[in-house]
């Protein structure tokens, strides 16, 4: 594919204008349609980037021929449905995750996606992160292998607000989103899938419905481990920080920030093309598409870290 990539965007909201702001950086891709929730809202979305079509309608931009490829930015319990939607009308499409929060809609994606010879991807973002990447290199290269990572996930969240401080119409989970990132980066960095997961959840809250408190721990087939706290109840630092502990070093990633065990700062500017996360899985959804290949990061690479939030949460009801 060598003419330029037509995209509809579903969800003007905080993330959505992440993306934005990434794909403004790359040739050959063009932001057509825009669906939101608010059309006031979203067509000043539009109007600032640019965007000559706006909706409230997934539909309404999967109907237009132009459209190549989707990203979809929405709640959490769409996103199985409407990438199920957009494979079956043949587009190309990057979910942002959590891929689904219903294993079963989940597997259904995949089989979808298979069966269409479409680019389908799930937005596990530490897979690029540069800080990450950097590490993953370091692996590959045999010079470091993982016995164990801790990671931290924190917040301070009492409702239901996104990252630009605006309310939101859905709920946020720890399990079926923010331990979704982690769960995924330890088998990827391991390069070993999770054999053994057991979690352990706090109180739940009376007016949101969800555990504010969580902690897992995990298993890779090679004997490396990870224990992963989550929390909406953090009243700072905020963020989600990840230490890296190996046989050769200990590294400790903070978003684009990587120091060793000594706090002494890693350069990790010159790993790939942008420090932006967010732009560099863009860079490989569109490329994948222009490849014909599957991309870093597609649904059935992902789909083992949601069995292991399955099991989890299985447990966790069980509890």
Request: overall charge negative; aromatic content about 6%.
């Amino acid at each position: 594919m060598s003419k330029t990539i037509r995209v509809a965007l579903a969800g003007a909201g905080a993330f959505g204008i992440k993306h934005l702001d990434g794909i403004s950086n790359i040739d050959g891709v063009e932001v057509v349609s825009l669906i939101g929730r608010d059309l006031a809202k979203t067509q000043e979305v539009a109007t600032k980037y640019g965007i000559g079509h706006v909706t409230t309608e997934l539909a309404d931009s999967l109907a237009r021929p132009e459209v190549d490829a989707v990203i979809l930015c929405t709640p959490t319990q769409m996103h199985a449905s409407q990438t199920l939607a957009c494979l079956k009308a043949g587009k190309h499409v990057q979910v942002e995750i959590p891929l689904c929060d219903v294993l079963a809609d989940g597997e259904e994606v995949v089989q979808v996606a298979q069966a269409s010879g479409l680019v389908a991807m799930c937005g596990h973002t530490r897979r690029f992160n540069p800080s990450h990447q950097w590490v993953h290199k370091k692996i590959a290269a045999g010079d470091f292998n993982i016995q164990q990572m801790d990671v931290q996930t924190y917040f301070f969240r009492r409702t239901n607000m996104n990252a630009l401080g605006q309310p939101r119409s859905w709920t946020d989970h720890l399990l079926w989103h923010h331990a979704a990132h982690t769960v995924d980066l330890f088998a990827y960095q391991a390069g070993s899938p999770v054999v053994q997961a057991h979690a352990m959840q706090g109180p739940v809250h009376p007016q949101l419905g969800i555990a504010m408190d969580m902690s897992i721990q995990l298993k890779a087939a090679n004997g490396a481990i990870c224990t992963l706290s989550l929390s909406f109840n953090n009243d700072g630092p905020l963020g989600t920080f990840f230490r890296y502990i190996g046989d050769t070093g200990t590294y400790i990633a903070r978003y684009d920030d990587l120091v060793n065990g000594k706090e002494e700062k890693i350069d990790v500017s010159q790993v790939d093309v942008s420090m932006n996360g967010i732009e560099l899985q863009d860079r490989e959804f569109f490329a994948a598409i222009r490849e014909g290949r599957e991309p870093n990061g597609s649904v059935s690479q992902v789909l083992p870290c949601y069995r292991v939030l399955h099991q989890l949460e299985q447990q966790l009801n069980a509890a």
